[in-house]
């Protein structure tokens, strides 16, 4: 029997902690969409830019490469699980950089997904290239895939084009990396915006939907589902992230704080608040959701 490690008393954001892969084997649910940022295999000893300061670039155990066709299978064994669990018109995107996304759209195709987009994420903060030997990292790449060729899936076609100013929105986002004001309830070091995170939701996401991520972390995904209106199962291994994924959970609970973040990310994201999409923190226990969680 699964036991949470934390469920919210709206029963829209809820955190598992564990191996994804034996977890997701271990239960029986669909999901309407399911966001991914796994390990890119990058913690070999380099250093970066933070802050000013020179820092090593070191994540954890989990973010060491174990070779090529050993990262390659974990990819593939993830990804074949999640596919598991989505619903028929469901989609599924990956964040990733050179490292590693090329692997994973190898596995996406063999598994049989349909790669609709490759996102590039142009960060508007960077931080510099220290050996000046070759162009500064400053994208990231997220794919979006549905689950099959042969069935259709939801793209709000109509309010990304509002977003863009009444074009059609291109698969380039110039969206700034995590600003400080994210990290209020603790550090996480792959920590991915709200603004990035807000914008995947609602282009392929409607109210109530169902979302999974994973490899949580920090939850970015589960506090942009929950502030748009949808439902969250987040998964990790360490301890520490799923703390910082429930102080976070806990912090949009109070009126003024969310209202707070909602204002930086209209400024960030351009995010509309029309009858469709507004961003309110779901709270009301009584509300209809539909399927449930099996624990």
Known sequence: ????????????????????????????????????????????????????????????????????????????EWLSACRDKLKENGTIWVSGTYHNIFSIARCLTELGYKILNCITWVKTNPPPNLSCRYFTHSAEYILWARKSAHTTHYYNYELMKKINGGKQMRDVWTLPAIARWEKSCGKHPTQKPLSVLSRIIQASTERNA??????????????????????????????????????????????ARQQEMFEKLQKQAQLFSDSDQTMTVMSDVSETYGFELPF
Request: with cysteine; hydrophobic share 35%; net charge negative.
């Open 210 to 255: 169902w979302i999974l991520d994973p490899f949580t972390g920090s939850s970015t995904t589960g506090i942009a589902a929950n502030m748009l209106g949808r439902r969250f199962l987040g998964i990790d291994k360490e301890l520490d992230f799923l703390k910082i994924s429930q102080a976070r959970k806990e912090e949009i609970l109070a009126p």
């Open 1 to 76: 029997m699964i036991i949470p490690y934390y469920k919210s008393a709206d029963r829209n954001f809820t955190l598992l902690h564990g191996d994804c892969i034996e977890l997701l084997h271990s239960f029986e649910f669909k999901f309407d969409m399911i966001f991914a940022d796994p390990p890119y295999h990058l913690s070999n000893g380099g250093i970066s830019i933070q802050s000013g300061r020179i820092t090593c670039v070191d994540k954890g155990i989990w973010d060491r490469s174990n070779g090529y066709e050993d990262d390659y299978s974990f990819d593939k």
